[in-house]
């Protein structure tokens, strides 16, 4: 999950050498942060974060099928 954060980001940003994702394992759930650098937000979140929505929605999709639930945090 973590590799599919991280593709999804470097797609969307000018900088992709400056997307780093780290996780917190849980029992049952977590958490990706992503960074990503300060000119990118805009792209990853997006317009009203319909983006970062999306990526959110496609996490959660997978996690159902594994049966866990991820939480994607962007930082800035």
Do not use: C
């Not at 470097?10 to 977590?30: C, F, Q």
């Not at 942060?33 to 929605?57: C, F, P, W, Y």
């Amino acid at each position: 999950m973590k590799a599919l954060v991280e593709l999804m980001a470097k797609y969307l940003v000018d900088n992709p050498e400056e997307v780093v994702v780290t996780v917190a394992d849980g029992e049952k759930t977590s958490i990706f942060e992503l960074r990503v650098a300060a000119s990118d937000i805009g792209k990853v979140v997006g317009k009203q974060g319909n983006t970062a929505h999306a990526m959110r929605t496609i996490m959660s999709a997978a996690g159902t099928k594994l049966d866990r639930r991820f939480v994607l945090e962007i930082l800035d």
